[in-house]
């Protein structure tokens, strides 16, 4: 089993920037994937950006140019830098990582959420 420990949200005005960060830990594992999603009350989570071990790249329209997720291998965690942060914005943003074991077993796991709060 692999937990996924999610950080970096908090309260910003229009305008402004948070980078969100995704700890993934366990016994020895493999990720080939890693995407971020947001969900606000009363909507479906929705994804935001994804990234696969080629380093390929995706990103919701309506986050494109402002948000760039990345990784660091070596502490197994996944970054969402988010800049010029609008009030439509606002969620609870949640990590996903999917991957494999030693063993060879897959896994897919979520972070616990993180509230992002965009307000003038």
């Known amino acids: 089993q692999v937990q996924l420990v999610e950080s970096g949200g908090g309260l910003v005005q229009p305008g402004g920037s948070l980078r969100l960060s995704c700890a993934a830990s366990g016994r020895s594992f493999t990720i080939y994937f890693m995407g971020w999603y947001r969900q606000s009350p009363g909507k479906q989570r929705e994804l935001v950006a994804t990234l696969t071990s080629d380093t390929t790249t995706n990103y919701a329209d309506s986050v494109k140019g402002r948000f760039t997720i990345s990784r660091d291998n070596a502490k197994n965690t996944v970054y969402l830098q988010m800049n010029s942060l609008k009030p439509e914005d606002t969620a609870v943003y949640y990590c996903?990582?999917?991957?494999?074991?030693?063993?060879?077993?897959?896994?897919?796991?979520w972070g616990q959420g993180t509230q992002v709060t965009v307000v003038s």
């Open positions: 996903n990582v999917r991957g494999t074991t030693a063993t060879m077993a897959s896994f897919g796991s």
